[in-house]
């Protein structure tokens, strides 16, 4: 890997990872096409794809988050097709819950072979990472729903400066909450990083609601 700046490997690898969770959406340059895509990380930390035929039929991709214009990170990737039936309905269903119907009608598993970030190449093994609250995810994501709906719609004003419109928390790990506002997915970090699942329910909601 080659260095960037001041930043350690630790300090680059996790802003990698940290701007791959605050985005939803990529330019998907296969080929000698650019296409919009939208994407989201599923639990082992490959990021799970909506494709075409074209883009699996691709040589060459690369992924420009959020777009080729202004790229935050460049990714040279690698698209695993998968059928959504039996266990891997759970990758096709978790897209759908960021993004709703989907518009192409073939999906993909992603693995990052390597990213440009900050001016460093770094290897795509090392960018990807497992999330530590997988199994605890969804319970989390129903209890701030259902009873706590009011207060993370406060947390979102005060902390990220918006209006939410009809928000609803869709994934949690160990670095924020992704928040599915009405238009868009909406990241909130989380101060420090909490992968702990024991513990996790415990300090999101100290988090979001400011009571122990």
Same mark, same amino acid.
């Given at each position: 890997?080659?260095?960037? +700046? ?8 996790? +802003? ?16 000698? #096409? ?12 490959? #990021? ?8 699996? *039929?691709?040589? *060459? ?6 777009? @080729?214009?202004?790229?935050? &990170? ?12 039996? +266990?891997?309905?759970?990758?096709? *269903? $978790? ?9 192409? =009608? !073939? ?7 390597? =990213? $440009?970030? !900050? +001016? =460093? ?21 129903? #209890? ?6 009011? *207060?993370?719609?406060? $947390?979102?004003? %005060?902390?990220?400066?918006? @209006? ?15 928040? $599915?506002? !009405? ?8 101060? %420090? %990083? ?7 329910? @415990?300090?999101?909601?100290? #988090? &979001?609601?400011?009571?122990?």
């Amino acid at each position: 890997m080659h260095d960037a +700046g001041d930043l350690n490997e630790a300090d680059l690898l996790q +802003g990698a990872r940290d701007t791959l969770r605050m985005w939803t959406q990529s330019d998907l340059r296969h080929d000698d #096409l650019v296409s919009p895509v939208k994407y989201v990380t599923a639990p082992c930390g490959r #990021l799970i794809l909506n494709v075409s035929v074209e883009m699996l *039929d691709a040589v *060459d991709c690369a992924m420009h988050i959020p777009d @080729e214009h202004s790229p935050a &990170i460049e990714l040279s990737v690698t698209l695993d097709e998968f059928e959504a039936i039996g +266990g891997a309905e759970s990758n096709s *269903d $978790r897209w759908k819950i960021y993004h709703g119907a989907p518009e192409a =009608a !073939r999906w993909a598993l992603v693995d990052i072979d390597m =990213a $440009r970030y !900050r +001016g =460093a190449i770094l290897d795509g093994d090392a960018i990807r990472l497992a999330n530590p609250l997988a199994a605890v995810e969804p319970r989390i994501c129903g #209890l701030l729903n259902r009873e706590h709906a009011e *207060d993370v719609r406060s $947390r979102i004003s %005060t902390t990220l400066q918006m @209006e939410p419109e009809d928000p609803r928390v869709v994934g949690v790990d160990a670095r924020g909450l992704d928040i $599915r506002n !009405r238009f868009d997915i909406v990241r909130m970090p989380f101060p %420090t %990083t909490i992968d702990n699942p024991a513990e996790a329910q @415990e300090k999101i909601l100290l #988090l &979001i609601t400011g009571k122990s």
